[in-house]
């Protein structure tokens, strides 16, 4: 199993990013992949998942309304639009897969990619 997260970057607050996991050595219908990010200093969290067996997404509070998690299956690749993006949005932004009970919690995901940089900042 393997994940691959890109898109980072250094983004002006307001701006936006289009994050990329590319997933290999699983059937994602059988999975579910999550974002999480961590920032400096506080524990990692859950931001979006989205399940491969019917599409269904879930969101933590802070990412309703301005996150959008999608897939692509025909290119293996699970995406995290992110609006309106604010100073408190710098993280280290990962992806993962397994088989969540409770989505958006990382101990409950086997494997991890490494992480892409998201800065925000003007």
């Known amino acids: 199993v393997q994940l691959q997260a890109s898109g980072g970057g250094l983004v002006q607050p307001g701006g936006s990013l289009r994050l990329s996991c590319e997933y290999s050595?699983?059937?994602?219908?059988?999975?579910?992949i999550g974002w999480f990010r961590q920032a400096p200093g506080k524990e990692r969290e859950g931001v979006a998942s989205?399940?491969?067996?019917?599409?269904?997404?879930f969101y933590s509070d802070s990412a309703k309304g301005r996150f959008t998690i999608s897939r692509d299956n025909a290119r293996d690749t699970v995406y995290l639009q992110i609006n309106s993006l604010k100073p408190e949005d710098t993280a280290v932004y990962y992806c993962?897969?397994?088989?969540?009970?409770?989505?958006?919690?990382?101990?409950?995901?086997?494997?991890w990619g490494q992480g892409t940089q998201v800065t925000v900042s003007s």
């Open positions: 993962a897969t397994g088989h969540p009970t409770l989505p958006l919690l990382p101990h409950e995901y086997e494997y």
């Open positions: 050595g699983f059937t994602f219908y059988s999975y579910a």
């Open positions: 989205i399940k491969g067996f019917d599409g269904s997404t």
